[in-house]
């Protein structure tokens, strides 16, 4: 099945430094893919829509100048965490549709535990 | 106005019985679809199960089904056979198919395997 990969597994930062996550679909295009946000024991909140070549659309309460989404390319989507804070922690997690696949064809990276000092 | 709710934050079940997670969901979207994700505590997203709007028959995959009420807006996943390895975090989603493929989490349900 397609393949949806995460880098850093694992991050730990200082307070005020900025943290850049990359969400790549190993085989297959995907022109939108997607950034989740999950503290433990709790849901997953969509952050932000990430479209290929254009503009990410946020969802309502996420700062944008906060985290920064970049879509380069039909396979690589990264999200940085600028100037990142201790409230910042969590586990962050992207997934991306295969066009050519069904409609149950959504894909989830491994995640991104961020953790900020 | 909440768009999915599980509203069993912790279930325990006997090894081998089945186990019932609720599911009730809001839209006005005609078209949308139901899925079901299990989180291991190593946070990988595992999809299980997919329902959509128009399908006719109640979605199965191996031990999962999915108990689709329409008309009361509950997608119920069946976990028959439980195992001990089913022990995790369980969330159900919805896609609404106007709103560009974002899917919608419920708050999950933690379920727990007795041997």
């Known amino acids: 099945g397609a393949v949806v990969s995460q880098h850093p597994s694992r991050v730990i930062c200082k307070s005020g430094t900025s943290v850049k996550i990359e969400c790549r679909s190993l085989?297959?295009?995907?022109?939108?893919m997607f950034w989740y946000r999950q503290f433990p024991k709790k849901s997953l909140m969509l952050m932000a829509t990430s479209n290929e070549g254009s503009k990410a659309t946020y969802e309502q309460g996420v700062e944008k100048d906060k985290f920064l989404i970049n879509h380069a390319s039909l396979t690589l989507s990264t999200l940085t965490v600028t100037s990142a804070h201790p409230e910042d922690s969590s586990f962050y997690i992207c997934?991306?549709?295969?066009?050519?696949?069904?409609?149950?064809?959504?894909?989830f990276g491994p995640g991104t535990r961020l953790t900020v000092l | 106005a909440q768009k999915i709710t599980q509203t069993q934050p912790g279930m325990f079940v006997q090894e081998k019985e089945a186990v019932t997670l609720d599911c009730t969901y809001d839209?006005?979207?005609?078209?949308?679809?139901l899925f079901w994700y299990k989180q291991p505590s190593s946070g990988e997203m595992i999809f299980l199960i997919y329902?959509?709007?128009?399908?006719?028959q109640n979605a199965t995959e191996g031990r999962y089904s999915l108990n689709f009420q329409k008309a009361r807006k509950s997608a119920n996943l069946v976990i028959s056979a439980s195992q001990l390895g089913d022990s995790a975090m369980y969330f159900c989603?919805?896609?609404?198919?106007?709103?560009?493929?974002?899917?919608?989490f419920g708050q999950g349900t933690e379920l727990s395997v007795k041997p």
């Open positions: 329902q959509g709007s128009y399908d006719q």
């Open positions: 997934s991306a549709s295969d066009p050519a696949g069904g409609p149950d064809e959504q894909f």
């Open positions: 989603a919805m896609r609404e198919d106007n709103q560009g493929g974002k899917l919608i």
């Open positions: 839209t006005s979207d005609p078209s949308y679809g």
């Open positions: 085989d297959f295009q995907a022109t939108t």
